[in-house]
């Protein structure tokens, strides 16, 4: 319980962090496209090796390839409502993105920290908080441009740190009990949420504010996440 607890601080403290820098020290765009890159190459690695590989032996392939286009198809149906209602660049849009994404990434690290150490998650975990860290920070900033107040801003976007952390929790807590086969369902339908939240919203918007220096970045982000793994044995 203890490595939980410290993990999902590690992730929530990134929404904080993010969004004190959005609204008091602005990222430059190139440096944020860069840490977004970044994080999507590391949550590649992620996706494989802690929700789609580990659930691969608990289920027959047509229900794993099922589920993973389920979690894709929900991602993009419900992101297509959210700029459609709230704009694609306005801060409501961004801090429901957030969450949009960020609830099934944290239930889907809430599910991985079920019987293992820290260091089998740490890749996972490092991945979600890189890409915390820019989202917040250009969601925040987005906010405040929008008009509201820095204060309200920072409090919308702690009670966001609040709802992922519950989220994980519940994914760890309530979860921990179901047959292996539940289990690697919900991990790969996160999977396919996460999938599908990479190619949407993170790679085109590291493209657009870093051009081709994204392409290292997301390279940095592979072997960094691979050398976690690998560090957890």
């Known amino acids: 319980m203890l490595t939980t607890i410290v993990v999902l601080l590690i992730v929530a403290v990134a929404l904080l962090i993010g969004a004190g820098w959005g609204l008091w020290a602005p990222l430059p765009k190139r440096l944020e496209g860069f840490l977004i890159a970044l994080a999507g190459g590391a949550?590649?690695?992620?996706?494989?090796?802690?929700?789609?590989?580990?659930?691969a032996p608990h289920i027959p392939w047509l229900?794993?390839?099922?589920?993973?286009?389920?979690?894709?198809?929900?991602?993009?149906?419900?992101?297509?409502?959210?700029k459609r209602k709230l704009g694609a660049e306005s801060g409501g849009g961004l801090l429901v993105s957030v969450t949009l994404d960020g609830v099934p990434e944290?239930?889907?690290?809430?599910?991985?920290?079920?019987?293992?150490?820290?260091?089998?998650?740490?890749?996972?975990?490092?991945?979600?908080?890189?890409?915390n860290l820019p989202e917040a920070a250009g969601g925040a900033k987005g906010m405040r441009d929008d008009g509201y107040?820095?204060?309200?801003?920072?409090?919308?976007?702690?009670?966001?740190?609040?709802?992922?952390?519950?989220a994980a929790?519940?994914?760890?807590?309530?979860?921990?009990?179901?047959?292996?086969?539940?289990?690697?369902?919900?991990?790969?339908f996160a999977a396919g949420v996460v999938a599908a939240s990479l190619a949407i919203e993170v790679f085109p918007k590291a493209y657009d504010e870093d051009r081709y220096a994204t392409g290292f970045a997301i390279a940095l982000g592979l072997v960094a996440a691979q050398g976690l793994g690998q560090l957890a044995g």
């Open 169 to 188: 929790l519940i994914g760890n807590l309530a979860l921990s009990d179901v047959g292996e086969s539940v289990l690697a369902v919900i991990r790969v």
């Open 106 to 131: 944290n239930l889907a690290l809430g599910v991985a920290l079920i019987g293992a150490s820290g260091l089998e998650v740490a890749a996972l975990a490092g991945s979600i908080f890189l890409s």
């Open 149 to 166: 107040s820095k204060a309200k801003v920072f409090g919308i976007w702690a009670g966001t740190a609040v709802l992922l952390s519950v």
């Open 43 to 55: 949550l590649i690695v992620s996706i494989m090796s802690e929700l789609v590989d580990r659930a």
């Open 63 to 82: 229900v794993l390839a099922a589920s993973l286009m389920a979690g894709a198809g929900a991602f993009v149906l419900l992101d297509r409502f959210v």
